[in-house]
């Protein structure tokens, strides 16, 4: 089965079996910052792989569903990695902002919880913050709307900078009835009750799928990651992919340790996928 890695667990190989075997009850899901997309200095500068869109034009038609769950805001995804309006993505669904913003590739409209309280408040208080803790130069803020997160990678010592922040952020989020999640040089204070798990497991329910493919390459992820192993003891077969090395640098181990396959950045994902699509075409031909 060529570009379609074999998985490493009994679980893993039996959700790669269920997929294949019954593609229309399957539901792939990804995040995107270091999945689809490689880690770049500035959020704002992220692409989707440039070959991403065609693989998934290919292979969502045989699926259930395709999802895009991060936790962006879910208009900038779309913008971004190029998902508006593309062929074969018409039942899309990017699920940003942790599952609080989505927008629908059948209608292009995006729906919206309402905002979470504290989050005004954090924005407002973080630039005096920063400058009493002699944040070094390079530390800098990325408002996503519904969250605030403060990225060090720009820093002379990103691990120094971030390690000077974390407590205060936590405690600045605390004060506020915020959550802090941590990442890739990055702490991202948002609401509490908002993950990529329980974003994943709602809409698996909705589209009714009997199998599940997610991956991700940072923390973040590790909700979903936990929510694809409590399905897997419903019965409910599962693939969890680990995107690491590569454009993004070396996997994190508490995601790569918990995958099933780890593939070599976006572009070993998209290669996985490009490969699922070719035996799904061939299966079906």
Known sequence: MADVPTPRT????EGLAAILSEPRRALVAFDF????????????EARAHPDAV???????????????????????AVRQGGLGGAEGLEHLTVLGAYGAERWDAATGRLSTAPPPPGVE?????????????GAPPGTWTEDKGRAVAVHTRRTDDPVAAFELLRAPLHELADRHG?????????LELRAPGVDKGAALTEHLREVGAGSVLYAGDDLGDLAAFAAVE???????????????????????????????????GPAGLVGLLGGLADSLTERSG
């Open 10 to 13: 009994d679980a893993g190989r």
């Open 33 to 44: 910052d270091g999945t689809i997309s490689p880690i770049v200095a500035d959020p704002a």
């Open 54 to 76: 065609a693989v998934l034009s290919r292979l969502a038609p045989h699926l259930c569903a395709v999802a895009v769950v991060t936790g962006r805001p879910a208009e900038a």
């Open 121 to 133: 408040a954090v924005r407002d208080e973080l630039p005096a913050l920063l400058d009493g803790l």
């Open 178 to 186: 915020l959550v802090v999640e941590p990442g890739r040089m990055v």
């Open 230 to 264: 409590k399905l897997r003891g419903e019965g409910v077969p599962g693939l969890l992919v680990c995107s690491g090395g590569g454009d993004t640098g070396e996997s994190v181990p508490e995601i790569a340790d918990r995958a099933d396959v780890v593939v070599d």
